[in-house]
């Protein structure tokens, strides 16, 4: 089960659903079965993460759910690396960078998005609130 989570200690069909995707992950990639990892990757995770750091209060504040920060450590192998990436850069190095970080990448993609040259896994809804 899942080791220091008081909110997942109720949910224990969830942690339970989680520790077996962990082994079934682990075994996988310490067989030469040919999974990809991006065959454990979550989207509707991936959504609602990416939904949970763009909300100005919870990351100003510093408030993002325990799950968050749970889940992205614990089973990071449900979320591609440019998503823990952005997680990362959101939450590493204190909320008025974060919101900084997030303003300058939306911008990039914008320019991006302008040129034509974005690809399809960048493209996310960026939402950025004024604080």
């Keep these: ?11 224990t069909p969830i942690s339970h659903v ?12 310490d067989t030469d079965l040919e999974v990809k990892p991006k065959d454990f990757h979550s989207r509707k995770l991936v959504n609602k993460l990416v939904q949970q750091i763009h ?6 504040s510093g408030s993002l759910p325990h799950w968050c920060h749970l889940l992205t450590s614990s089973y990071s192998f449900l979320f591609p690396f440019e998503t823990r990436e952005i997680f990362f850069m959101c939450t590493a190095f204190g909320a008025s960078r974060a919101v900084i970080w997030l303003q300058k990448r939306r911008d990039e993609i914008l320019e991006r998005l302008r040129s034509g040259s974005l690809r399809k896994e960048e493209q ?4 950025i609130g004024r604080l």
């Design 1 to 11: 089960c899942i080791e220091g989570s008081s909110d997942f200690e109720q949910l």
């Design 18 to 29: 989680l520790s077996l995707l962990k082994l079934i992950h682990s075994l996988c990639f």
């Design 55 to 60: 909300d100005p209060l919870s990351l100003s």
């Design 124 to 127: 996310y809804e960026y939402h």
